[in-house]
């Protein structure tokens, strides 16, 4: 609905400017000439393109956040990844400690230092 109303109201904004500006223009572009175009088409013509550049300037920075990204949630993944190989060998080195405590009961630990 919201999108209706907006464009109604963009729609009467550009009927009013072709209707403020009728009067008819030479345009030039390189080497190519145009002769009798309206004034309002080359309004409306220039905020088109300018909004097409705009479109395009932020469809690349788009892409480019999107491979930024993408390298950091490799990184996060790599660092999850040693992570959990961490976790492993620190549990085997505590059973391994466990097992010795149980073989060697002539060792005393006072695990109140700790």
């Not at 009927?15 to 009728?22: C, G, S, V």
Request: glycine share 4%; proline share 2%; aromatic share 8%.
């Amino acid at each position: 609905m919201l999108a209706i109303i907006f464009m109604l109201i963009f729609g009467s904004l550009v009927a009013y400017l072709a209707l403020q500006n009728t009067s008819y223009v030479t345009l030039t572009i390189f080497s190519y000439t145009f002769s009798d175009i309206p004034l309002f088409s080359v309004i409306i013509g220039s905020v088109l393109v300018g909004a097409l550049m705009v479109y395009i300037i932020h469809l690349v920075n788009s892409i480019s956040t999107a491979f930024t990204i993408h390298g950091k949630n490799k990184k996060i993944k790599e660092s999850e990844k040693n992570v959990t190989e961490l976790t492993k060998n620190v549990h085997q080195l505590e059973l391994e400690n466990e097992s010795l405590k149980k073989d060697s009961p002539s060792v005393v630990t006072d695990d109140k230092s700790l």
